[in-house]
């Protein structure tokens, strides 16, 4: 069974960062497209960035320049750097994988950014 952790979440004042970390069991995580979506209450569930398997990387506009997607091959392990934080990012944040039983999702880190 494929499971995903989300870690790294927590509340941080604008302008700050956070590195949220993204960890599986039943599946190894650099030989899949690994994305990060975010649901801010009461909004859809809306994708942030993702980082393909030969480490290609996108994001949505609303983070560009903010937000950086990488992989640690050596821990399996997926990360999304969030620098200069916003209340609007304010959301939790979930890590997916695409596999041949379906999406999978993880539980998600909640981030808030506040003063």
């Known amino acids: 069974q494929v499971q995903l952790v989300e870690s790294g979440g927590g509340l941080v004042q604008p302008g700050g960062s956070l590195r949220l970390s993204c960890a599986a069991s039943g599946i190894v995580l650099n030989t899949k497209n690994i994305y990060w979506y975010r649901q801010a209450p009461g909004k859809q569930r809306e994708w942030v960035a993702h980082?393909?398997?030969?480490?290609?990387?996108d994001s949505a506009d609303s983070v560009k320049g903010r937000f950086t997607v990488s992989r640690d091959n050596a821990r399996d392990t997926v990360y999304l750097q969030m620098n200069n934080l916003k209340p609007e990012d304010t959301a939790v944040y979930y890590c997916?994988?695409?596999?041949?039983?379906?999406?999978?999702w993880g539980q998600g880190t909640q981030v808030t950014v506040s003063s």
């Open positions: 997916n994988v695409r596999t041949t039983g379906g999406n999978v």
């Open positions: 980082i393909t398997i030969t480490d290609t990387t």
